[in-house]
């Protein structure tokens, strides 16, 4: 029988925790080993066979995880041109995601839960890992079972909740309802022994985080059950996110939300988690995710024509390494798009962090911050510009 496996050598580790200079073993789809020289037991063993990346001085890292990311595809706010199509395996690769959680967005209707859950699965079987929320903006939104706590407990993929406020695009739902499915998310959580975390879209409406806020101090549900993401979409709701958080709450930056990305307006997300950092907020409640393959409407002021603005699935990778350039440690930079992310959604596996026994999902940088290699469950998806594709991919 031969046993395959992984050796990554000459990187600078880090697990998130700065390990230094060290070898990372991966085995059956496992990391064996962090330790130098470790994988040179294993070398002489009958059948044992490894393929060898070179780091060459860079830097080696959990994979990203990204915890709001449209993968079955989004949009439609402008009309049906405007939607857009499913992500392929490589879109998450390049970008150094080894973990993506699928959701839906404005359109609860045309696009389908059964859709996502299936590609959720496609993109399982092609080599990373996923999963999904129920529901969509609207409250109540669509289920696969009929109702929220039956989804999180009857389907394994489904990890928590998706809801909108504070945008005109919402429901327009009251805070009792909110309590209500918040609920149904935690509790299904409970019985499932998942996260049952509330994702929720934040938009520019005045109220913006004020309704959990409410929520929370009118029930018993804990702050922590709700991820507001989209923090950065503008200076105003930045600020109210530092007040939020400091409430006991947690924090989602979204990446594919810039001015890089054509949104006027929005703080740079590396910036954002700076100035949430410098502020006095817990690193542990500050994550970063992409929102991929979502897009929105735009007016163009000079012009009046509506311009569609869709966020970079290859934003959460940028953004990461803005973020070490900007001064943030790169343990710091990585707790904030893996490890806290991996510990919200209770991901288990070993998700968002390098430890023995845990998936091997590893992205490999080079000394300029450039993505070198990426390890998604011991299988080598990206290697020197060569790319496993998906199996529809041209």
Known sequence: MTIRGVIIRNGDVYAPQHLGHADVTVVGGQVFSL???AWRELAGVKGFEFEQIDAAGGMVFPGLVDIHCHFGGAGGEGGPVYRTPPLQLSDLTTAGITTAIGLLGTDGCGRSLRELLLKARALDEEGVSTWIYT?????PGPTLTGDVTSDLLLIDKVLGLKVAFSDHRASQSSVERLREYAAQSRVGGILAGKSGIVMVHIGEGEDRL???LRAARTSDIPLTQFVPTHLNRSRRVLEQAVRYVKSGGRVDVTSGVSERCFFPGAVKPSRAVVELLNAGVPIEHVTMSSDGNGVMTHIDERTGETQPLMAPVASLFVEFCDMIREGLPPETASRVTSANSADALRLGHGKGRLVVGGDADV????????LKAVIARGKTLVNDGAVVKG???R
């Open 210 to 212: 004020e309704p959990l």
């Open 135 to 139: 529901g969509s903006y609207q409250l």
């Open 391 to 393: 199996l529809f991919e």
């Open 35 to 37: 330790q130098p020289d």
């Open 363 to 370: 992205i490999v940088l080079t000394p300029g911050l450039e």
